[in-house]
T-cell receptor
Framework: DVKVTQSSRYLVKRTGEKVFLECVQD?????MFWYRQDPGLGLRLIYF???????EKGDIPEGYSVSREKKERFSLILESASTNQTSMYLC????????????FGEGSRLTVL | GENVEQHPSTLSVQEGDSAVIKCTYS??????FPWYKQELGKGPQLIID?????GEKKDQRIAVTLNKTAKHFSLHITETQPEDSAVYFC?????????????FGKGTKLSVIP
């Protein structure tokens, strides 16, 4: 089975702190994604990557950056966390050619105080 | 860009009844329509999908229908069971080469009452 692992299930950070969210997939997928999930807003794409060192902005990239140094790992970075970034963050991966199916991790719930 | 509207936002049904969730999309170029189920504390998981060359697809108790002319698609769950209780998301995507954007609806929280 495909496994997408997010390193932290729950994080509590203070305003202004730098935050790293790590995601690792074990299926050699080229494509990886970071989504943000908020009640009533569904899943919104922050960034995605279709290859090592490649990244593209999604719908809500402001305040975030990403890093993909290895194929299996995709990191989301909040340079200076703010309270409006309190949310559930979901990482996903998709296979070659990417017909559309995504495999999601279990999520990282971030609270910024 | 693509816009996906999903209704209803919440749905309660009695065990054994059917549940229907509807979505509309705006981009006529979209031709891949998946449905995801998210159980409490877990990430979304694909349960069924349909491509534009097909009008209906079934998998046991779940089915999806697509009307490309009207730009809407629906999820049908028959003989609902308590384990069907979850949040369901529809999505749409342009399957063209280089297209990576999967746009999600806002979700439907389904509660199946025993």
């Amino acid at each position: 089975d495909v496994k997408v692992t997010q390193s932290s299930r729950y994080l509590v950070k203070r305003t202004g702190e730098k935050v790293f969210l790590e995601c690792v997939q074990d299926m050699d997928h080229e494509n990886m994604f970071w989504y943000r999930q908020d009640p009533g807003l569904g899943l919104r794409l922050i960034y995605f990557s279709y290859d090592v060192k490649m990244k593209e902005k999604g719908d809500i990239p402001e305040g975030y950056s990403v890093s993909r140094e290895k194929k299996e790992r995709f990191s989301l970075i909040l340079e200076s966390a703010s309270t409006n970034q309190t949310s559930m963050y979901l990482c996903a991966s998709g296979g070659p050619g990417w017909g559309g199916e995504l495999f999601f991790g279990e999520g990282s719930r971030l609270t910024v105080l | 860009g693509e816009n996906v509207e999903q209704h209803p936002s919440t749905l309660s049904v009695q065990e054994g009844d059917s549940a229907v969730i509807k979505c509309t999309y705006s981009d006529s170029a979209s031709n891949y329509f998946p449905w995801y189920k998210q159980e409490l504390g877990k990430g979304p998981q694909l349960i069924i999908d349909i491509r534009s060359n097909v009008g209906e697809k079934k998998d046991q108790r779940i089915a999806v229908t697509l009307n490309k002319t009207a730009k809407h698609f629906s999820l049908h769950i028959t003989e609902t069971q308590p384990e069907d209780s979850a949040v369901y998301f529809c999505a749409a995507k342009d399957s063209g080469a280089g297209s990576y954007q999967l746009t999600f609806g806002k979700g439907t929280k389904l509660s199946v009452i025993p």
